[in-house]
Structures are given as C-alpha cells and as structure tokens.
C-alpha cells in the first residue's frame, strides 16, 4: 500500500508523543513493505525531501519563519494547510498514493481532509488525546465539521468515542484503538539490574502544566523525609522549565533534581531508574511515555485520571494517586519500600505492552483498516 501521514510536527525538530508515534508506525510500516510518505511542516534547516529509510519518505511544506513568537503557531499553521493543499496534493497524484492518514484534528487531520477533496482519495483520521474537549456534545462545531468527511475516525480515548457518537457520526465510521505503537525491543527491561546509588524518580514529558511535573516538585519534600538521597529526573522541554527549576531552588532541593532536557536515550534513562510517574491532573489524557515506561518494567505511579485508569490497574500494573503531592509521595515510597511489589508489578507490565499496546499488534491493526478502506473506495 501507499499511505501519506499528515502530522504537523515531526523528528528530529518535534520529538514528544505524536511525531514519535508516526516515526514508529511509518518506519515499522515501512519495514514491511509498504510505501510511507510524511507530509510536515518545513523547518529551518532541515532538507526538503529526506529519505530516512526504504520506503520512507519525508516531504516537508514551504515555511517561512517569523521573528514573534506570538504570531508563529498561526503562520505555522496557515502555511502547513495551504502548502499541503499546492504541494502534497501534488505529490498525492504524482506517487499514486492510496489513503490519507491525518494525525491530530487540525495539525494534520484538517490537511489530510482537504487534500483529500482535491485528490479524491480517501482518508482516515486518528485523534490522539481525545481532540473534542472544551464544546457541548449536542453537536459538533463548525470548525470541526470536516471529520464527517473521513472514511474512519480513529479514537485513542473512550471519551472520544461517545462525543462523536454523541455527535451524530456512524458508530461504523468510529474505532477505538488505545495508546500503543510501543517499540517493546527498543522500551526492554535491564538485563543486568546491578546494585546502585540513590533511588531515581523519573518524568518523561513536555514541561508544561497539562502534563504535571509540578506535581513531582511538590511530592519531592514528602519523598526525601523518607528516602533521603533520593534523585529526581525530568527529561523534556517546555513552557514550565524555567518556573520548575525557580521553584526547585525556592524549595531548596535543586540539588536532587535534575532537568535533562530532550533526549534521544528514553529508553536507557527508564532503565536506569527506580520510579516511573506520570502526573497530568486532567482528564482524557493520553500517555504514550507511561507505556513506554511500563515496556521498560520500571514500576510507575500514575495520577487516577482520564483513560490511565483504564492501563494502570492499581497495585498490578502500577500505582494509582490522587492529584495530590502527599498521595504521590506515599506512593512513590511505597514502590521503593517494598520489592515483591516491584517485581509483581514490573511483570505484569511487560505483559500487558507486548500483548496490547506494542508496534507489531498496532501495525496489524492499521493495515486491516487501510485495507478495508482502500478496498471500499476502489472503482468497480
């Protein structure tokens, strides 16, 4: 088959959840024979077309910078939706491409759904996070009214699922895949687990307050008065370091925490550490790192919110808290305290990824569901 992903953001310049998850599911798709084309925004510095692998092709649109920060997302945006629709529908034509995948609603599903009233093709949508918070359920704005156009609309979120049923879309044109596309032989646990210094509580994510590293800070005092050399890790960028760092100073434990910034070593940096968590206080939140970190079999503790409920169950695979910085303390210590815990918990991890949410059972699932579109759509 001939997919084209349509994704805003993508590596090396975007490196959080939804890039990485396209990078993965293109290059394992790749991999098995099909022909995969991204189409991005273009980047200072990055090459027009790049070729990273066989069969994966990266197309990048024009993109001309603009000195307010302000004002960027908006020109970013305008210049990805109408590049795509000069540029891509192009190449769409040109490489025969058989179906559309838009990632996110308007950051790659709004693109793919024009491109695909120009070209005629078909085109699927997947809403990572639910994508439909903030309006009624009575009926669907009209900013998003393009969603009716798709030939499936994936869901990686319950919630999601029910709004647009809600909404008045076919239950037939409405899937429910969970998180997933986890590279299980990449996210391994140690082989080796030698003895080692200090405890390590580690959090993956963008620094900003949606995700909760917040959170993690004010656990920290609670954590120490019981495990006193205990080291704190934030590997991520975002609106919130500079305030994080201020406030890890202001509460006088800068010396247990440490800001990693991006990093391309996740999966080394999970296996050296003793505590996963993933804090996001908000509900209908996806959690692509947290499965990454269960792979790994790094135990974590997780706030009991949105459709992590539905991944951690509480004392099997992981640890439930409140969002509430002496919960997640008490929890955190729980983990470091009691290593049948540990053990039980790392086990049921690794069992639960590799038979749900890992590349190989996500990539089947993709490629039944392009089939059966592309084959609906073909001329009789």
Known sequence: MKIAFFVHGYLPWDAYG???????????????????????????????????????????????????????????????????LLEASKLINKEDIQILHGHTVRWGGLQSALVSRVTHKPFIVTLHGSGLGGYSEIRTPQHLRFLRWADIVICRETSAVRKLISCGFPEKKVILLSEGCIDTEKFRPSENKMPKGPPIVTFVGRLIPFKGPQLLLEAAPHILSRHTNTVFQLVGEGESKDYLMT????????????????????????????????????????????????????????????????????????????????????????????????????????????????????????ETIYGSVIQRKAPL
């Not at 394992?28 to 273009?42: F, P, T």
């Not at 990273?52 to 210049?79: E, G």
């Not at 990093?263 to 692509?288: C, H, M, Q, T, W």
């Open 247 to 366: 406030k890890a100073r202001s509460m006088g434990i800068a010396d247990h925490v440490k800001f990693f910034g991006l990093r391309s070593d996740v999966d080394k940096i999970l296996r050296s550490s003793d505590v996963f968590v993933s804090l996001s206080p908000y509900e209908n939140i996806g959690a692509f790192a947290l499965l990454e970190a269960m792979s790994t079999g790094i135990p974590v503790v997780a706030t009991d919110v949105g459709e992590t409920r539905t991944i951690v169950k509480d004392g099997e695979t992981g640890l439930l808290a409140k969002c509430d910085s002496r919960d997640i303390a008490e929890k955190v210590a729980r983990v470091l305290d009691d290593r049948n815990l540990v053990y039980n918990m790392a086990r049921n991890e690794r069992q639960l990824i590799v038979k749900e949410h890992s590349l190989e059972v996500f990539c089947k699932k993709y």
């Open 18 to 84: 939804v890039p990485r998850y396209v990078e993965r599911l293109g290059s394992y798709l790749a991999g098995r024979g099909h022909q995969i084309y991204v189409i991005a925004v273009g980047r200072p510095n990055l090459p027009k077309v790049e070729k990273p692998k066989t069969n994966l092709t990266i197309y990048r649109t024009c993109y001309v910078d603009l000195p307010s920060k302000r004002l960027r997302p908006f020109w970013s945006f305008a210049y990805y939706t109408f590049g795509s």
